[in-house]
């Protein structure tokens, strides 16, 4: 057993995807055929990051990642981004992992992919871990989409384990499409064998799937089942269904860095990944990886961007005015209701204690789920409640298919003023990064830091920045991609339908 590391069923150690490429899902919505996906309003960007496809690693990057790592190990220091050397069969290059574990590749940090095997023998594809969808595809040898053409295609007529399931298919999302068929097969992931898998294999696939944007051939989604177009059980979903986890549980560590490596762990997650404790969401409804979200904060202020960014009156004062509001705590007069903040702490602790004991009169709900184990963390700051107290509560996700945050137009207009950010384009400069102070997001009760590090997307082959804050037109809650996750180890339960976030253990890496 791997030190640290939480379940391993006894066996050996131990991007929807809004955004994955670079932007063009402005929001990823999975559907079945028939369903529409609404155009983002004009005012919306799409912004296109061109990469370069990767096949096999350096040998002299193993050798120095090899030497680093027994250094360290010499020394008692175990880091996280100096993962153990990935074997690859010389026949079939495919990925040789502890039990569990996957490793991803980061690609210039809008997505992540790692390697899957489907069929008897082996077809191994890379597939993109999807928390924002629900539905595995690759792509078919059928299909003759550019998109398909340019990546692997998988062959049923090879393997011995295929079953057809004689379903049609089919996905959109916010900008493309995937059409295809449903099918059945064995499906090898993290050491994990998976019989009888169902997914789909594709016939077609819009542009939007080709290279350089996508560099990953399928997608392998991990949100629940009600999610799922078709009705097709997820692959995590069928994991625990025949125990072949120990626990329902997976855990993401997201690495920074174009090329940099970050890790997927299926059934538990790994104590040496991030620092302190697991702060506990409870999954408002179990279909995304949703939770409650109270506010947006920028640096030490207490006004609330969340309700701020809803009064036209504020969005269109003097900036000036406005940072002097934000860096002062001073509260911004507005003829609307909603712009007034809460005054007195007293104030707000009794209307927590007050919201907390009705909805929990005997103080014991917590204890009466003992999976994960119960989070007895103090609160990392306190909270200042939106004034508006009749609306009803806004709500995140949890996207690692995502590339960066998305959230209301008001409120990514009134950010954007703030960072020096262009709203339509995203474009800033990168000689501000070193004046601009974190935003603090609340989610389930708890304050998260997002520093610039991560909501400012630096261009590594341009040397350009953009913000990482854009406005969706149509989601109805608020998409919080890799540029939140990677500042945080993020535990996903699906048995108790809770997200666990803790920073991540594991030094940035810059351009």
Same mark, same amino acid.
């Given at each position: 057993?791997?030190?640290?590391?939480?379940?391993?069923?006894?066996?050996?150690?131990?991007?929807?995807?809004?955004?994955?490429?670079?932007?063009?899902?402005?929001?990823?919505?999975?559907?079945?055929?028939?369903?529409?996906?609404?155009?983002?309003?004009?005012?919306?960007?799409?912004?296109?990051?061109?990469?370069?496809?990767?096949?096999?690693?350096?040998?002299?990057?193993? +050798?120095?990642?090899?030497?680093?790592?027994?250094?360290?190990?010499?020394?008692?220091?175990?880091?996280?981004?100096?993962?153990?050397?990935?074997?690859?069969?010389?026949?079939?290059?495919?990925?040789?992992?502890?039990?569990?574990?996957?490793?991803?590749?980061?690609?210039?940090?809008?997505?992540?992919?790692?390697?899957?095997? +489907?069929?008897?023998?082996?077809?191994?594809?890379?597939?993109?871990?999807?928390?924002?969808?629900?539905?595995?595809?690759?792509?078919?040898?059928?299909?003759?989409?550019?998109?398909?053409?340019?990546?692997?295609?998988?062959?049923?007529?090879?393997?011995?384990?295929?079953?057809?399931?004689?379903?049609?298919?089919?996905?959109?999302?916010?900008?493309?499409?995937?059409?295809?068929?449903?099918?059945?097969?064995?499906?090898?992931?993290?050491?994990?064998?998976?019989?009888?898998?169902?997914?789909?294999?594709?016939?077609?696939?819009?542009?939007?799937?080709?290279?350089?944007?996508?560099?990953?051939?399928?997608?392998?989604?991990?949100?629940?089942?009600?999610?799922?177009?078709?009705?097709?059980?997820?692959?995590?979903?069928?994991?625990i269904e025949e125990s072949l986890v120990d626990e329902p549980v997976f855990a993401f560590a997201l690495s920074q860095g174009h090329r940099s490596f970050g890790e997927l762990l299926l059934g538990g997650y790994n104590e040496l990944h991030y620092k302190g404790e697991l702060r506990w969401m409870r999954v408002a409804r179990a279909k995304y990886w949703q939770v409650t979200m109270e506010g947006v904060w920028y640096g030490n202020g207490k006004l609330n961007l969340l309700t701020l960014g809803k009064d036209q009156d504020i969005a269109k004062m003097p900036l000036d005015f406005l940072m002097s509001a934000l860096a002062d705590n001073v509260p911004v007069v507005s003829n609307r209701e909603q712009a007034?903040?809460?005054?007195?702490?007293?104030?707000?602790?009794?209307?927590?204690?007050?919201?907390?004991?009705?909805?929990?009169?005997?103080?014991?709900?917590?204890?009466?789920?003992?999976?994960?184990?119960?989070?007895?963390?103090?609160?990392?700051?306190?909270?200042?409640?939106?004034?508006?107290?009749?609306?009803?509560?806004?709500?995140?996700?949890?996207?690692?298919?995502?590339?960066?945050?998305?959230?209301?137009?008001?409120?990514?207009?009134?950010?954007?003023?703030?960072?020096?950010?262009?709203?339509?384009?995203?474009?800033?400069?990168?000689?501000?990064?070193?004046?601009?102070?974190?935003?603090?997001?609340?989610?389930?009760?708890?304050?998260?830091?997002?520093?610039?590090?991560?909501?400012?997307?630096?261009?590594?082959?341009?040397?350009?920045?953009?913000?990482?804050? +854009?406005?969706?037109?149509?989601?109805?809650?608020?998409?919080?991609?890799?540029?939140?996750?990677?500042?945080?180890?993020?535990?996903?339960?699906?048995?108790?339908?809770?997200?666990?976030?803790?920073?991540?253990?594991?030094?940035?890496?810059?351009?």
């Open positions: 057993m791997a030190a640290g590391r939480h379940s391993t069923n006894g066996k050996g150690g131990g991007l929807r995807v809004s955004m994955l490429v670079p932007l063009f899902f402005l929001f990823l919505a999975p559907a079945l055929v028939g369903a529409s996906t609404s155009e983002p309003k004009k005012g919306g960007r799409v912004v296109s990051i061109p990469l370069q496809r990767s096949f096999n690693r350096n040998s002299n990057i193993l +050798v120095a990642r090899r030497n680093a790592r027994s250094i360290l190990e010499k020394k008692g220091k175990a880091l996280m981004q100096l993962v153990p050397d990935v074997d690859f069969d010389e026949n079939t290059h495919d990925v040789e992992p502890d039990f569990g574990q996957v490793r991803l590749t980061d690609a210039t940090d809008t997505y992540y992919y790692g390697v899957i095997s +489907v069929g008897s023998p082996s077809q191994n594809f890379t597939v993109t871990f999807d928390t924002g969808s629900a539905n595995m595809w690759i792509p078919g040898v059928r299909c003759t989409s550019k998109a398909c053409l340019q990546h692997n295609r998988y062959d049923h007529d090879l393997s011995s384990t295929y079953q057809p399931l004689n379903g049609q298919f089919a996905i959109q999302y916010g900008t493309g499409e995937v059409r295809g068929f449903t099918s059945q097969d064995t499906v090898k992931v993290g050491g994990i064998t998976i019989k009888d898998q169902p997914f789909a294999e594709t016939t077609s696939e819009d542009e939007v799937f080709e290279l350089p944007d996508t560099e990953f051939d399928g997608l392998f989604g991990l949100a629940f089942k009600s999610l799922s177009s078709g009705g097709l059980v997820p692959p995590m979903v069928k994991m007034k903040l809460l005054d007195g702490e007293d104030r707000v602790k009794a209307k927590l204690k007050k919201k907390a004991k009705e909805s929990d009169p005997d103080g014991d709900l917590d204890n009466k789920r003992r999976h994960p184990p119960v989070d007895k963390s103090p609160r990392l700051k306190k909270l200042l409640p939106t004034s508006n107290e009749t609306s009803p509560e806004t709500s995140a996700i949890m996207d690692t298919g995502t590339s960066f945050l998305l959230g209301d137009p008001t409120t990514i207009q009134l950010i954007s003023r703030i960072i020096g950010a262009d709203f339509r384009t995203g474009d800033m400069s990168c000689a501000r990064l070193h004046d601009l102070k974190s935003f603090w997001i609340s989610l389930g009760g708890y304050k998260f830091e997002v520093a610039p590090e991560h909501y400012v997307y630096r261009d590594p082959e341009k040397k350009t920045c953009s913000s990482a804050w +854009v406005p969706s037109y149509d989601s109805p809650f608020w998409v919080l991609g890799d540029s939140f996750l990677r500042a945080y180890y993020a535990v996903f339960d699906m048995k108790d339908k809770k997200v666990g976030l803790a920073p991540i253990n594991m030094p940035l890496r810059h351009f």
